[in-house]
């Protein structure tokens, strides 16, 4: 069974229902003590008095989500994209976040190159390190499902992210996000999670439902889908993380029109019996 200290609900799985005050207030009265933040919601309520709330209310946080899209072919344009990720790294440092998910970018129609993608965002991040430890956040490297390859990240697979964390060559500050909707599927998963070991900064759990209705949007609830989460779980642990088990549900057609105590209820329930 998971010890319930170790639970963390992102922000995102409550992202309709609540404002982070009320967000904030739903994880204080059901003793959730850890939490993930969406930028795009830290951003709207502002970045000092989000840090001042979750500080005030005793939550802990596993991660900041996300900043990245490096990818364009435009110097300017990537230019521009490398200097939002350093203002979410100074972001996640104001509200004392561990690590900042990192999300590559697509594939621009302008260059249909993969490779030359791929290799965009590594020199991206290389550029990013310095910024990452003068502010004591870690790049947490999320390799995403292939099928959002064209419109979200190049870095599709852990075995990627092991390669790309091997050519940094910065384990300290550069670690790797599983997200067990993304990497399910993977036959190599298993021996790239043992690979990537103690790189392994942020675990992040949902399911994947067998009649799916949307690739980003339509994330299942633990043990609603055919994600074998527990064999997961033991993946990671087995490498030697010792983290939050972060619950990252996108849900347009269910889990965000629910009562936020209701929803939050389910997950602790779940993560005792599905995970």
């Not at 982070?20 to 739903?26: D, N, R, Y």
């Not at 994880?27 to 989000?50: F, H, I, M, Q």
């Not at 790049?139 to 390859?149: F, K, S, T, V």
């Not at 993380?241 to 389910?266: C, K, L, M, T």
């Amino acid at each position: 069974m998971l010890d319930p200290r170790r639970l963390s609900i992102h922000q995102v799985t409550l992202l309709q229902q609540c404002s982070t005050p009320q967000f904030v207030a739903a994880l204080a009265r059901n003793d959730v003590p850890c939490t993930s933040l969406w930028r795009d919601k830290v951003r709207e309520y502002g970045v000092e008095k989000t840090a001042r709330i979750i500080a005030d209310n005793g939550i802990g946080l596993s991660g900041y989500c996300f900043a990245g899209l490096i990818t364009s072919p435009d110097r300017s344009e990537a230019a521009r994209a490398r200097d939002d990720v350093r203002r979410a790294l100074d972001e996640a440092a104001a509200v004392k976040a561990p690590c900042l998910v990192f999300v590559a970018g697509g594939v621009d129609p302008r260059d249909k190159n993969i490779a030359d993608t791929r290799a965009r965002a590594l020199d991206g991040v290389a550029e990013l390190i310095p910024d990452a430890r003068s502010v004591g956040v870690r790049i947490a490297l999320e390799p995403l499902h292939p099928m959002i390859c064209a419109t979200r990240s190049v870095l599709s697979t852990v075995k990627l992210a092991n390669e790309w964390c091997d050519r940094l060559g910065a384990d300290d500050i550069v670690g790797i996000a599983v997200d067990t909707y993304a990497v399910w599927w993977d036959p190599e998963i298993e021996a790239e999670i043992a690979r990537a070991g103690k790189r392994i900064c942020s675990f992040h759990v949902s399911d994947w439902l067998a009649d799916t209705q949307d690739l980003r949007l339509d994330r299942g609830m633990m043990g609603d889908g055919v994600i074998d989460l527990p064999a997961l779980r033991r993946m990671v642990e087995t490498a030697g993380y010792a983290g939050y088990v972060e619950v990252e549900i996108f849900s347009q057609r269910n889990w965000w029109q629910r009562d936020p105590d209701e929803v939050i209820g389910v997950i602790k329930d779940r993560v005792q019996t599905a995970v």
